[in-house]
């Protein structure tokens, strides 16, 4: 009996604890963190859309609400692609649907009969599922090369991300991400085959998938280089009658790779990343006649090549040129992004392993090269959510500073609500 004249229960405390430390525990893992903001998101993406269906909208947004509640998020890409999915690349829309690649509506595809045949709603289970995974990839990644406060910070930035909401909704987004964080945190550990063939699939799902060869090539020339033998031990090898001597003389190119420490493997297998971009070219080649479809498609959709600083120049200048509040806020949100975004690639030059920088910068030139010229910055800020570096870098700088960790949920939250309200309205926010 206690002091207080209750009866202990054996037991019961050290059974509270040892619960208590596993939630902790679980909570601190890459799985457990990343649920933990899995979960939140949709809660709140989910509250928001609710939220919107009351709240009287501009006269561009006067769309009505869908149901079931699930199909209020259909619009845009996401009708698009559960179209592409359910009808492949018709012959009436040659001109435009080659610029959405096939991996994300052929997995929408193969899903389709566990949802009764339903491709829009496959595309919502892949890209949550999708999403998921990029949190537990970008988490790893990120605690291997800054340690795991940063990781925490990372999987947080991301999910608090203005333009997080695609990873919600039907888009390739979340797929891309997840598949092109798989092959760079595989490219870190010098898992060569693997890395190459998830960076395959990632060139099969965005036209930027292509540019993790870069990053590849950086850390497999590193590796290597690391492993290159001495002159003089080189030199020693190749006497007369030693084995890697009579490996040259009869030219056996597999086992003189393996003699020399295969350092020759992942420049070999780099090839294997853009071979998802050429694939879909050769289909297009044979499908359309013109394996540059995809690119061409962009002028389909008012898209025109620019200089970076063009593009920057011009979203500043539209600010000002709205015919409305609405509009005018939109800009600027989309200009904040993108220029916000720029200074975070600049830090990853700074404070990142160089192959982070290898994909973020010419990443990053490359969405602001692609213009549209009634609306500068278009669909740039979904754009940016797809610079996946930045997020660990942003992670490291939020493990260190309490206060950019309120900031980014007091702003990225009530931003991310309010974009998906007015997505859920047929709003421009792609």
């Given at each position: 009996?206690t002091?207080d004249?209750q009866?202990?229960?054996?037991?019961k405390a050290?059974?509270?604890?040892s619960?208590?430390?596993?939630?902790?525990a679980?909570?601190a893992?890459?799985w457990g963190w990343a649920?933990?903001?899995?979960?939140a998101?949709?809660?709140w993406?989910?509250g928001?859309?609710?939220?919107?269906a009351r709240?009287?909208?501009?006269a561009v947004?006067?769309q009505?609400?869908?149901?079931p509640l699930?199909?209020?998020?259909?619009?845009?890409?996401?009708?698009?692609?559960?179209?592409?999915a359910?009808?492949g690349?018709?012959?009436?829309?040659?001109?435009r649907?080659?610029?959405f690649f096939?991996?994300?509506?052929?997995?929408?595809?193969?899903?389709?009969?566990?949802?009764?045949g339903d491709?829009y709603?496959?595309g919502m289970?892949?890209a949550?599922a999708?999403?998921w995974?990029?949190?537990?990839?970008l988490?790893?990644?990120?605690?291997?090369?800054?340690?795991?406060?940063a990781?925490?910070g990372a999987?947080?930035?991301?999910?608090?991300?203005?333009t997080?909401?695609?990873?919600?909704?039907a888009?390739?987004?979340?797929?891309?991400?997840?598949?092109a964080?798989?092959?760079?945190?595989?490219m870190?550990?010098?898992h060569?085959?693997?890395?190459?063939a998830?960076?395959?699939?990632?060139?099969?799902t965005?036209?930027?998938?292509?540019?993790l060869?870069?990053?590849?090539?950086?850390e497999g020339?590193g590796?290597a280089?690391?492993r290159?033998?001495?002159?003089?031990?080189?030199?020693?090898t190749?006497?007369?009658?030693s084995r890697?001597?009579?490996?040259?003389r009869h030219w056996?190119?597999?086992?003189?790779?393996?003699a020399?420490g295969?350092?020759?493997w992942?420049?070999?297998?780099a090839g294997l990343?853009p071979?998802?971009?050429?694939s879909?070219a050769?289909?297009?080649?044979?499908?359309v006649?013109?394996?540059?479809?995809?690119?061409h498609?962009q002028a389909?959709?008012h898209r025109?090549t620019a200089?970076p600083?063009?593009?920057?120049?011009l979203?500043?200048?539209?600010?000002?040129?709205?015919?409305?509040?609405y509009f005018?806020l939109?800009?600027?949100?989309?200009w904040?992004?993108?220029v916000?975004?720029g200074?975070?690639v600049?830090?990853t030059l700074?404070?990142?392993?160089?192959?982070?920088a290898?994909?973020?910068?010419?990443?990053?030139l490359?969405?602001l090269?692609?213009i549209?010229?009634v609306?500068?910055?278009?669909s740039?800020?979904?754009?940016?959510?797809?610079?996946?570096?930045?997020?660990?870098v942003l992670?490291?700088?939020a493990?260190?500073?309490?206060?950019?960790?309120v900031?980014?949920v007091?702003?990225?939250v009530?931003?991310?609500?309010?974009?998906i309200?007015?997505?859920?309205?047929?709003?421009w926010?792609i």
């Amino acid at each position: 009996m206690t002091k207080d004249g209750q009866y202990a229960v054996p037991g019961k405390a050290p059974a509270v604890a040892s619960l208590l430390r596993g939630w902790h525990a679980w909570a601190a893992s890459a799985w457990g963190w990343a649920t933990l903001w899995f979960v939140a998101s949709r809660i709140w993406l989910v509250g928001a859309t609710l939220l919107g269906a009351r709240i009287v909208m501009p006269a561009v947004l006067s769309q009505p609400e869908r149901s079931p509640l699930w199909q209020t998020w259909r619009r845009w890409d996401a009708d698009i692609y559960a179209q592409i999915a359910a009808h492949g690349y018709l012959p009436a829309e040659v001109h435009r649907t080659p610029a959405f690649f096939p991996l994300f509506p052929l997995a929408e595809r193969a899903i389709a009969p566990l949802c009764g045949g339903d491709t829009y709603l496959a595309g919502m289970l892949i890209a949550n599922a999708a999403w998921w995974v990029a949190l537990v990839e970008l988490y790893r990644l990120t605690e291997a090369d800054f340690g795991r406060q940063a990781a925490r910070g990372a999987v947080m930035a991301l999910s608090v991300f203005p333009t997080a909401l695609f990873g919600f909704v039907a888009y390739p987004e979340a797929l891309f991400l997840a598949l092109a964080c798989a092959a760079l945190r595989q490219m870190r550990r010098h898992h060569w085959l693997r890395a190459a063939a998830l960076g395959m699939l990632a060139a099969l799902t965005r036209q930027a998938g292509i540019l993790l060869v870069l990053p590849f090539l950086w850390e497999g020339i590193g590796a290597a280089k690391s492993r290159q033998p001495s002159d003089a031990s080189h030199a020693a090898t190749l006497r007369p009658g030693s084995r890697l001597f009579q490996l040259a003389r009869h030219w056996r190119p597999w086992q003189w790779l393996r003699a020399l420490g295969a350092p020759g493997w992942p420049i070999w297998l780099a090839g294997l990343i853009p071979l998802g971009t050429v694939s879909y070219a050769l289909w297009l080649w044979h499908a359309v006649g013109d394996p540059l479809a995809f690119w061409h498609a962009q002028a389909t959709w008012h898209r025109t090549t620019a200089w970076p600083w063009q593009t920057l120049w011009l979203g500043w200048r539209a600010i000002s040129q709205q015919p409305s509040r609405y509009f005018t806020l939109r800009a600027v949100q989309e200009w904040l992004t993108v220029v916000g975004v720029g200074m975070l690639v600049g830090l990853t030059l700074r404070q990142a392993p160089r192959s982070y920088a290898a994909f973020a910068v010419p990443l990053y030139l490359l969405f602001l090269m692609q213009i549209d010229p009634v609306w500068p910055l278009l669909s740039q800020g979904r754009f940016m959510l797809e610079v996946l570096p930045v997020f660990a870098v942003l992670g490291a700088a939020a493990a260190r500073h309490r206060w950019l960790r309120v900031a980014l949920v007091a702003v990225g939250v009530p931003m991310q609500m309010g974009l998906i309200i007015v997505f859920a309205h047929g709003g421009w926010v792609i």
